[in-house]
């Protein structure tokens, strides 16, 4: 699996963004894809997560502001994400799993297996 995201950029505080992630490879498979942020010296943070079932998991930094959605059709994870603020800057990953769809919604960063290759968002105040 092969993940390309996209859709990074700078913004004023206030603003929206939203990025894309477009799965190649042997996508039937994936059981779970989200997004995951990381700032210099900071462990990857979890944003989102959506399994195939439907479930989605939010970072409560991120609750009412950010939405996943999934075009499985297009094998595409997308992340719109409004009203940003200062602290979400940083480098946003996306990730997808083939493996237990109840162990990835609990959005566990060692769970995801393929990651792409990170977009920068600067938000600024």
């Known amino acids: 699996v092969q993940l390309q995201a996209s859709g990074g950029g700078l913004v004023q505080a206030g603003g929206s963004l939203r990025l894309s992630c477009a799965a190649s490879?042997?996508?039937?498979?994936?059981?779970?894809m989200g997004w995951y942020r990381q700032t210099l010296g900071s462990p990857r943070d979890l944003v989102t997560v959506s399994t195939n079932g439907g479930t989605t998991t939010y970072a409560d930094s991120v609750k009412g502001r950010f939405t996943i959605s999934r075009d499985n059709a297009k094998n595409t994870v997308l992340l719109q994400m409004n009203s940003l603020k200062p602290e979400d800057t940083a480098v946003y990953y996306c990730a997808a799993t083939l493996g237990n769809p109840i162990l990835s919604s609990l959005g566990g960063s060692m769970t995801y297996e393929y990651w792409g290759q990170g977009t920068l968002v600067t938000v600024s105040s």
């Open positions: 490879g042997s996508v039937s498979t994936i059981t779970a």
